[in-house]
């Protein structure tokens, strides 16, 4: 299955329920939240208080992506706040192994993200830990850059790793940088699920959502 994935990093915080629960009713079925710390990324977001309040508007799977250091302290917060799908980042774990063993107990979905400086290499001993790999295709920390071309690479590898140690239903999710122009060619590298910043919250909302989903269908 292929999903969208709209990150609200692009939505206008002022009414962010609102564009929420706009771009869930629009057929988006995971929201994609960026959580930043201003240490692993050199930008701040929001946090688990902002994940709570908007988890009342959808049913949405709510998709944490944490650019933070050191995850493992607030994992539980995110829990609780209501993450159906909880990442992490590779370069922000010292103990990776313990990190995602604590996702898992939560009964959420385990995922690991690798920046786009680092090799796919390095995730082979968690891919039987994980639900979800996330290929980052832009350096983490903004919305809005390009799609950096070697990403298309790294999915087919990551792909490939999955496919040898029969892990054939864990997702691949990608991004930044994702637009109409080349959602196809993502797709078609072998990920399922397509992050889109400002290809969805930019101009209209719902014909976005309506155009991305229907390349990916
Ligand atoms: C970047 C974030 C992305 C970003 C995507 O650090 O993880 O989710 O918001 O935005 P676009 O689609 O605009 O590149
Ligand atoms: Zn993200």
């Known amino acids: 299955m292929n999903y969208l994935a709209p990150s609200v990093l692009s939505a206008d915080f002022s009414k962010l329920g609102k564009e929420i629960e706009t771009v869930a ?8 939240l960026d959580v930043m710390d201003g240490m692993f990324v050199p930008n ?4 688990a208080p902002v994940i709570s309040c908007v988890r009342k508007v959808t049913d949405a799977v709510f998709d944490v992506h944490l650019m933070v250091e050191e995850p493992i302290r607030y994992l539980e917060d995110f829990h609780r706040a209501g993450a159906d799908v909880i990442t992490v980042h590779y370069e922000a774990c010292k103990d990776l192994t313990a990190t995602l063993t604590k996702i898992k107990k939560y009964g959420v979905k385990v995922g690991v993200s690798i920046s786009p400086d680092t090799s796919a290499d390095v995730l082979q001993p968690y891919l039987d830990m994980v639900d979800m790999v996330l290929i980052m295709s832009v350096h983490p920390g903004f919305g809005g850059q390009s799609f950096i071309e070697s990403s298309l690479e ?11 140690i029969g892990k054939k239903e864990t997702w691949i999710e990608v991004d930044g940088g994702i637009g109409a122009d080349n959602i196809v060619s993502v797709m078609e590298a072998g990920a399922n699920v ?6 969805v919250f930019k101009g209209d909302i719902v014909a976005n959502v309506q155009k991305l989903n229907a390349l990916i269908q």
């Open 44 to 47: 701040i977001s929001f946090g």
């Open 154 to 164: 790294k999915i087919r590898t990551v792909r490939s790793m999955l496919d040898e």
């Open 194 to 199: 397509f992050v889109a910043g400002s290809a």
């Open 25 to 32: 009713m629009a057929g988006a079925p995971i929201i994609h």
